[in-house]
């Protein structure tokens, strides 16, 4: 029961410890920014349950699929983009970690 409250937390905390680090200047809007990328779980809405505490999400979700995370990368790319997507490259990384987890245990 421990394990999707601390997953959930490190989906805020660690964004805004990369937002404050990386963008001094404007750590709060990188912040948010890259915090909202949470709502790429309304994907999890397509799933039946919704909710499985034992699903790795990656990649069984379509916004958590391979080719999603290929174009995450891809958006990395361009500096319009590059906040969200580094957010989702977080979360996707955040997600995986929490597979790893699972499995461990």
């Not at 909202?36 to 379509?62: E, G, K, Q």
């Not at 983009?81 to 977080?90: E, F």
């Amino acid at each position: 029961m421990l394990r999707p409250f601390i997953h959930l937390l490190l989906h805020f905390t660690v964004p805004g410890v990369v937002a404050r680090i990386a963008f001094k200047d404007r750590w709060v809007f990188a912040w948010v920014l890259m915090g909202a990328t949470i709502l790429v779980d309304l994907d999890h809405l397509l799933a039946s349950p919704i909710f499985d505490p034992n699903r790795c999400s990656i990649p069984f979700h379509p916004l958590h699929s391979y080719w999603a995370i290929a174009i995450y990368c891809l958006l990395t790319l361009y500096s319009r983009s590059r906040l969200l997507a580094l957010g989702l490259l977080i979360h996707m990384g955040l997600d995986w970690t929490d597979c790893v987890w699972m499995s461990l245990g």
